[in-house]
């Protein structure tokens, strides 16, 4: 297990040392400031004015200090801290670490990292924390991969995969992988090495058989769990259509008020459209509200298909909504049918809106006239039916891929990244069952089962080739 705290020093500890402001941007009741490297200590203590007096070579491991940070030069006091040493290996990265808990000033916070990089230090590359402590083997890959994750998680179920990844679940599943097929290549080596034993040391039927039940098993199960995963990690998109005043505003809102997800505001949302994320059942669900750029003059093809062609493009789901108060309009239709000309994939929810004012409104004849889509009634406004509209969005896009009792807490779930991996991993060892099925030479399978090897070594960060690595941390914050 890479993340057992207690191990060696690393072979190959970084020369710089870095540092970045850990909390995020904007006034708070604490900002964090980390430093990473081995000038760390001596860089602090160059900074710091202990409230009582330390000698250099006295700052202990892991103790909290308080005092001030003042300009070096000139000693004025620039903000009253806490802080902290923490002599590597046991660190966050495996180098010597030190964090300052300052004011939650911004310009606090930007005027000691400043002292900080004119001290030796230089700015920290987004994730180049977390980096550090994959290159020095504190995390494996996918542990790093999860740090982003936990910290960009949407709802509770994205966050408790997260956590799963984090303490090392996908890492001892590919390790157990790779284990049995190091056992094979053995087997195989030995045959290679004793050509004229080889029916007796090679039993193909039953190498096949290991195989299966070992490798290929495990593999494809672990794929399948990438697309479950898919869902609640990254959540889908949805768009909510319909004619003008049929309630997608007031649908929204409803949704917005009873789970709205917890997420930052998205840069570049568009000014056009409204878009939020709504938390079905542990599915972040970006929806987009094309009611927000209806002009009263547009005519039906306007009306929200032309400017929301982009995101009804990317768009999962469209929630397609009716006015039960009024018979099927031709306006309905035509707009269904620019849908359903944009994509026949999509999954479309009939929303059949305003059943408090309609209640004898009959599901079948609008669903009769929209292709016999699926059909939910509502009232927005008296938030009837919600939970039921929520149930239907979950099965429509979960339900196929999730197994009963699928626990996200529990579960293992590889990233597109790894499942890509775990891919071209399973092709591999199906070139190896295929060889076994012809009799191919143990040098050739050898080749095969070191290729499954190397797929799965990507995975976990053994053999991830430099510019994959970069687009992984690329992803994280600065100051993680
Ligand atoms: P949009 O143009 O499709 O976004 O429609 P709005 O959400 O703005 O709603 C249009 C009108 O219908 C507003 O006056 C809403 O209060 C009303 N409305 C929306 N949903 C319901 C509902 O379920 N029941 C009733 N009685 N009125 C609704």
Same mark, same amino acid.
């Given at each position: ?32 400031? #980390? ?15 202990? #409230? ?429």
């Amino acid at each position: 297990m890479p993340n057992s705290s207690d191990q060696t020093p690393p072979a190959s500890s970084a020369e710089e040392t870095i540092a970045a402001i850990a909390t995020p941007p904007g006034p708070g009741g604490i900002g964090v400031i #980390r430093i990473s490297g081995p000038l760390s200590l001596q860089i602090f203590q160059k900074l710091f004015l202990p #409230r009582h007096q330390t000698k250099p070579q006295d700052y202990e491991n892991r103790r909290m200090y308080y005092g001030w940070i003042v300009d070096p030069e000139s000693g004025s006091p620039v903000d009253e801290v806490l802080a902290v040493f923490m002599r590597a290996p046991n660190t966050y990265t495996r180098e010597d670490v030190v964090e300052i808990q300052c004011h939650g000033s911004y310009l606090v916070l930007q005027e000691i990292l400043s002292k900080i990089t004119a001290s030796g230090a230089r700015l920290a590359q987004p994730g180049e924390f977390t980096k550090r402590a994959f290159l020095n083997g504190r995390l494996d890959l996918t542990q790093a991969e999860a740090v982003v994750e936990l910290i960009e998680a949407k709802t509770d179920e994205a966050r408790s995969m997260a956590v799963g990844q984090l303490q090392g679940r996908l890492y001892e599943k590919i390790s157990s992988i790779q284990e049995k097929l190091v056992a094979m290549r053995a087997i195989i080596e030995v045959a290679i090495d004793f050509p004229e034993d080889e029916t007796d040391i090679l039993d193909p039927a039953a190498l096949k058989q290991q195989l299966k039940d070992e490798v290929k098993d495990p593999l494809i199960e672990l794929i399948a769990r990438a697309d479950e995963g898919k869902i609640f990690r990254e959540g889908i998109s949805a768009v909510i259509l319909g004619r003008p005043n049929v309630g997608k505003s007031s649908l929204l809102n409803t949704l917005l008020e009873e789970d709205r997800a917890l997420v930052t505001p998205v840069p570049g949302t568009t000014r056009d459209t409204i878009e939020e994320f709504v938390n079905i059942k542990g599915m972040p669900v970006r929806i987009v509200d094309t009611a927000g750029i209806r002009h009263t003059t547009e005519t039906v093809e306007e009306m929200g298909i032309q400017r929301a062609r982009a995101k009804l493009a990317d768009a999962e789901l469209v929630l397609f909504m009716l006015d039960a108060t009024a018979p099927l309009a031709v306006d309905d239709q035509a707009l269904y049918n620019s849908v359903r000309q944009n994509s026949k994939k999509q999954k479309v929810l009939l929303v059949l809106n305003k059943i408090d004012i309609a209640p004898g409104a009959s599901p079948e004849q609008y669903s009769a006239g929209l292709g016999g889509e699926p059909l939910v009634s509502i009232s927005a406004k008296e938030h009837t039916g919600i939970s039921e509209l929520k149930d239907t969005v979950f099965s429509l896009i979960a339900g196929s891929r999730k197994g009963p009792g699928w626990d996200p807490g529990d579960a293992v779930v590889p990233n597109v990244r790894h499942k890509d991996a775990l891919k071209k991993g399973l092709e591999a060892c199906r070139r190896v069952e295929k060889g076994l099925e012809t009799a191919l030479s143990p040098d050739l399978l050898a080749i095969d089962l070191q290729s499954a090897l190397g797929y799965l070594g990507d995975i976990v960060g053994e053999t991830t080739a430099e510019d994959v690595l970069d687009m992984i941390f690329e992803r994280f914050c600065i100051g993680k």
